[in-house]
Every structure is written in C-alpha cells, then in structure tokens.
C-alpha cells in the first residue's frame, strides 16, 4: 500500500496570507489527523477527522481549520498567516477498523515558512 | 485522561553503547503504547508497538521496548547504538478506543558518539 502523501512538501508564505495544506491517507484508513511541530513547542495536535467530521480538536486558534472528503483526503487551511506558524506540518492516518491497533501512520510533512 | 512522560530531552551514548530512553505513561484503562522514531525533516516512523499480546516487544532497527504495568513505563532499548540511530524519538499512548487520541511525549534527542 502506498503511504500518507503531503502536498505541498514545501512553502514559502507572506504574513497576513492564507494557504491550504494536502494530505491522502493510507488507502482504508478513514481517520486523518493534523500535527504542527516547531522547535519550540514540540508535536502539538491540531485536529483529527473521521468520515468527514471533526472528532478531536487540539488547542488552537480558529484560523487553523480542516475538512476531510468522501475519499478520506483532507486539507488543512491557516488563514491570516502570522510568523509564528512556520513549522512543519504532519498529517497522519490510522486505520479504524475490526483488529486494529490504532497506531498512526505519518506523512513526510508540510514545511511552511512564514516570512 | 492519559499523559505520557519522555525522562531525558537530549541522551547521548557512544557508538556500541546501550541505548535506553525511558517513556512513563499514565492512563485509567488498558493502553495502547507506542515508540516513534523521527529523522530530520521526516515524519514520524512506527518503532513498535505494544497492544497488550506480549510485555517485551520487538521493532525495527534492532529496538524493543518492555510493556510493565507496576512501574507504568514503556522504556527503548537497544543493545548496541549504531551511528544511523541518532534521530527524536517519541513515546506515544492511546487507549483501545478507536476514537481516541493518539497523546504523544514531548521526544528524546538521541545523539551517537563515534
């Protein structure tokens, strides 16, 4: 099976700016979840996403929003981009089902650069 | 509600050396643990896991890592530190619950000295 794609793996953005980050997940895993990583503050969970509906949410502003198709892709949006969101962007997808685990699959990330 | 705790920020071992990161947990129902390793600019990479069939588990890369209940930790190991080992490693529980988070320590820098 292929594994969790990020697109884009790199961006370069303007403060005040809006961007929209990608994520496929493994194929069957129905659950997406979105994780900021910075030096500073380590591995912070955003939110997670379930058949299209928000099910966690971590403790961030509402600028930071995501939504997850039919077919599981979800897109993360930041909008009004300030300096202290660059950090690398980390989706992960798990698989929900019958004998599960629950462990996580990571993508590569979503390096942005506020400037 | 479950925590976990990564004692150690930064440990550095000589190449050949033990490896030990210590990972305590706490949660109020069975867990689920696991061990990530993370390179730079990578995402993270599943260690191994542990999910309840045996206390000592084996992962990749030479890793394992013993599920104790008593002391609640979940520490890694491995006997010998080779150079490619040096990355962050993070210590992660869940619980049995498919709709539960996945709670994940703060990382372990793991340097190797030739």
Partial sequence: KAGVTQTPRYLIKTRGQQ?????SPISGHRSVSWYQQTPGQGLQFLFEYFSETQRNKGNFPGRFSGRQFSNSRSEMNVSTLELGDSA????????TGGGSTYEQY?????RLTVT | ????TQLGSHVSVSEGALVLLRCNYSSSVPPYLFWYV???NQGLQLLLKYTSAATLVKGINGFEAEFKKSETSFHLTKPSAHMSDAAEYFCAV???SS?????????TR???RP
Avoid: D, E, N, W
Avoid at chain 1, 106 to 110: L, S, V
Avoid at chain 2, 1 to 4: G, I, M, N
């Fill in chain 1, 19 to 23: 961007v929209t980050l990608s994520c």
């Fill in chain 2, 38 to 40: 993370q390179y730079p």
């Fill in chain 2, 110 to 112: 793991l340097s190797i």
């Fill in chain 1, 106 to 110: 990571f993508g590569p990330g979503t």
């Fill in chain 2, 1 to 4: 509600a479950q925590s976990v």
């Fill in chain 2, 99 to 107: 709709a539960s988070k996945i709670i994940f320590g703060s990382g």
């Fill in chain 2, 94 to 96: 869940t619980s049995r």
């Fill in chain 1, 88 to 95: 690398l962007y980390l989706c992960a997808s798990k698989s």
